[in-house]
């Protein structure tokens, strides 16, 4: 899917499906890129896509994390190049990927601590800037990619057939058998 991209490292089990990497710009950060299983939605088996900076003194993983560490598109690429691989093992499944920006609660926080100066929650810059990103690519490159995989959004709760630069809060994945 993407281009140039770090290289990976595997952990596989039933639920879940991880790659390990080490984003090197100003300074090294251990990524995590995580396939969790969510349960069914629309009578199929559904993973959640995440990805977050590796904390190893509390190990947690912080999806919020807004590193800047000058290497946004190797980042990028790194986390399309596994989604073919999520649907190697699991080709009959569905992916799910929305945004750890675009709840109530990132708003909120984000209206207490903005350096952006938004006005208000209903402009807010940060608002759902993640997914707007993943539904930009999928746009953008959504005549290649559907050769393999069928899109659908999802806007307020509404789940439907993915329409090219449309706003969703939620972007699906499946693999064309």
């Not at 300074?27 to 199929?44: E, H, T």
């Not at 073919?84 to 984000?110: A, Q, V, W």
């Amino acid at each position: 899917m993407g281009k140039r991209s770090y290289t990976v490292t595997e952990e596989h089990s039933k639920f879940r499906l991880r790659f390990v990497f080490f984003s090197h710009g100003q300074k090294s950060i251990v990524k995590i890129i995580d396939y969790d299983y969510v349960g069914q939605i629309n009578g199929r088996e559904t993973f959640n896509l995440a990805l977050g900076d590796y904390d190893a003194d509390s190990g947690k993983i912080h999806d919020d994390a807004n590193t800047l560490n000058g290497d946004a598109y190797l980042v990028l690429n790194t986390v399309l190049n596994t989604i073919p691989l999520f649907f190697k093992h699991y080709p009959n499944h569905t992916l799910m990927i929305r945004g750890s920006d675009s709840s109530s609660e990132f708003l909120e926080n984000c209206k207490n601590s903005c350096t952006k100066n938004c006005d208000s929650i209903e402009l807010c810059k940060n608002y759902n800037r993640r997914i707007k990103i993943y539904s930009g690519y999928v746009s953008a490159n959504y005549y290649q990619l559907q050769e393999d995989f069928d899109f659908f959004g999802s806007q307020d709760g509404i789940v439907e057939p993915f329409e090219r630069y449309k706003r969703y809060d939620i972007v699906f994945i499946q693999k064309k058998n």
